[in-house]
């Protein structure tokens, strides 16, 4: 058990890094994801106005 009040702040403040570090790694694998996918919408609009540009 934990008796010394610092050892509970430094855990504690331990465990909000951690919070804050999954937090950022979640968004920033959103905004990758969101990015890569317009991406790939935009460059199938581009091969579809080259097809329409070639029929």
Request: charged share 25%; no cysteine.
């Amino acid at each position: 058990m934990i008796e010394d009040k610092s050892e509970v702040a430094e855990a504690v403040k331990t465990q909000k890094e951690l919070v804050f570090i999954l937090l950022y790694a979640a968004l920033e694998y959103t905004a990758t994801s969101i990015v890569s996918e317009f991406l790939t919408h935009l460059k199938t609009e581009v091969v579809k106005s080259h097809e329409l540009k070639i029929f």
